[in-house]
């Protein structure tokens, strides 16, 4: 596995309560489906802002989000799908970028079916992209086209939910230590937006 190199994220202010436009033609900021009390969302403390029923937040302690070999850099951008803000991934000059979220304890994720993310892009230079989970050791990981499960790179917003159950059946569901994962091939100034982040516990489509 590529090495791994600790990002530290800077807080974004806290966007308060959330308050979604009901005039036609403006964007809901609470994403295309927004939080309702009762259900059942996790969240992974990155790339997501508003309400969860859990939210397990990147305290560099226990949890953590690593930016592979610095493959790219992340910015915050006023075009979201959710919350305030979404993040825009500036691709380096390795030809590959990657990075990922870790946790130190092995966690069962088996309960949640569906995980939930909106990706934007307007150039074939990040096409191929891919999105996965993992076990601990590094090296057992499974990981999902953006393609294959509707990415298309025509500068708009697409919103992904990948079941999980093929994840489940190559790694041990009940140990994983890399809940989310992204990476691709890419050409330098390359540029990513990604949004709305989450799993729940939906039925498959």
């Keep these: ?5 600790l990002w530290m994220i800077a807080c974004r202010p806290d966007p308060g309560a959330p308050s ?19 259900e059942d969302r996790l969240t992974l403390g990155i790339f997501y802002e508003l309400d969860s029923s859990e939210n397990y937040s990147i305290d560099n302690a226990s949890r953590f989000f690593y930016i592979w070999s610095n493959s ?29 979220v870790f946790w130190n304890a092995p966690t069962d994720f088996t309960e949640w079916t569906l995980l939930h993310v909106s990706l934007k ?33 025509d500068g708009e917003w697409h919103h992904l939910s990948i079941p999980l ?10 140990r994983i230590q890399m809940p989310f994962n992204i990476r691709g091939d890419g050409i ?18």
């Design 1 to 5: 596995m590529k090495s791994l190199l």
């Design 20 to 38: 979604y436009p009901t005039y036609e033609g403006l964007p809901n900021y609470g994403g295309p489906d927004p939080y309702e009390e009762g």
């Design 72 to 100: 790219f850099s992340v910015t915050s951008v006023g075009d979201r799908v959710e919350g305030s803000a979404a993040d825009e991934l500036l691709i380096g000059s390795l030809g590959w970028w990657g990075g990922g």
């Design 121 to 153: 892009a307007s150039s074939d230079d990040v096409s191929n992209v891919e999105v996965g989970m993992g076990q601990g050791d590094g090296e057992v990981l499974h990981w999902f086209s953006a393609t294959e499960n509707g990415f298309i790179t």
């Design 165 to 174: 159950a093929p994840a489940f059946e190559a790694i041990d569901g009940t």
């Design 188 to 205: 330098e100034n390359a540029t990513l937006l990604i949004d709305n982040l989450y799993l729940s516990k939906g039925d498959v489509p």
